[in-house]
């Protein structure tokens, strides 16, 4: 290959390194594989029986339910709500510490003490979170009635505004 680019004319387009093309090829590879992972981990709005925690699957990959919402969309429920952080009561909440106060009126809201927001993985949405009654971990224990639920989904709809359904989507913690 270096004798190659030694006979080149000058009007010859210049000659690529190997460690270029050795840098394209394993991008070419990284975006291959992050398409298989981005269509396998789409939300989905049933928990598939092999994510359930079982004695035979005592460790799937974490999967919670409920709805998706970016920082932003947090910031501004915080605001809307006039939400304070308890250490800096006569300020608004930053973006970066709006987390605490929204998930604590979300949990009075929806009558639900277990209530979180976590992050869950996205690589086409920066710090998407999910505002989540419970994981395939913790459903067990913290998975209402039907109807109760309902409820529950309900008052979350109206309080933040949407109309989407939760679904089950895929926790920041598993690895890739």
């Not at 270096?2 to 840098?23: F, K, S, V």
């Not at 895929?170 to 690895?175: C, F, H, P, Q, R």
Request: aromatic share 10%.
């Amino acid at each position: 290959m270096a004798t190659a680019c030694l006979d080149q004319l000058p009007q010859d387009p210049p000659c690529r390194d190997w460690m270029e093309e050795e840098a394209d090829r394993q991008r070419i590879a990284e975006n291959k594989y992050w398409k298989s992972v981005i269509e396998q981990r789409k939300p989905v709005a049933t928990l598939p029986f092999k994510y359930r925690v079982t004695r035979d699957r005592p460790d799937p990959p974490v999967l919670v339910f409920g709805f998706p919402r970016t920082r932003q969309q947090l910031f501004e429920y915080a605001r809307k709500h006039d939400l304070r952080n308890a250490d800096y009561p006569d300020e608004l909440v930053e973006p970066d510490i709006c987390l605490s106060p929204s998930v604590m009126r979300l949990r009075e809201v929806a009558d639900e003490p277990y209530l979180s927001i976590t992050s869950i993985f996205s690589p086409t949405e920066s710090e998407l979170h999910i505002v989540a009654l419970y994981s395939n971990y913790t459903m067990g224990a913290l998975k209402c009635v039907p109807a109760d639920e309902e409820d529950i989904i309900k008052r979350l709809q109206i309080e933040l505004g949407v109309d989407e359904r939760p679904m089950w989507h895929w926790d920041v913690i598993n690895n890739y």
